[in-house]
């Protein structure tokens, strides 16, 4: 696990990037959750981070792919594969993420 933020730094259902050693992250905070996900939609290679935050997942803001938080699984075209996700870590305020995937 590698520290990626403090909580406080993370508005809820707003888009958050970060790079972890060479792996693009975007964190989403959902009230007491935090989802990590690969900051790459799998459609057109865009960052994810870049999008918004609505009630199916994050969307890309150019075709409107849009992915499951807690799966990485598209819920609309034109993406049919999904986005790597990670597992999160909250401790003592700080964020941590390991960059394996955990849907994979």
Request: with cysteine; hydrophobic share 35%; charged share 25%.
């Amino acid at each position: 696990m590698e520290r990626a933020c403090s909580l406080t730094e993370l508005d809820d259902r707003k888009p958050f990037a970060v790079e972890l050693g060479d792996v693009p992250v975007v964190l989403v905070r959902n009230g007491d959750e935090v989802h990590a996900l690969r900051d790459e939609c799998s459609h057109a290679s865009l960052n994810l981070s870049e999008g918004e935050v609505g009630r199916k997942g994050i969307e890309c803001w150019l075709h409107g792919s849009c992915f499951d938080l807690r799966t990485g699984q598209p819920s609309s075209l034109p993406a049919t594969e999904p986005v790597d996700v990670f597992a999160v870590s909250i401790v003592d305020g700080d964020v941590y993420v390991d960059t394996t995937p955990i849907n994979n």
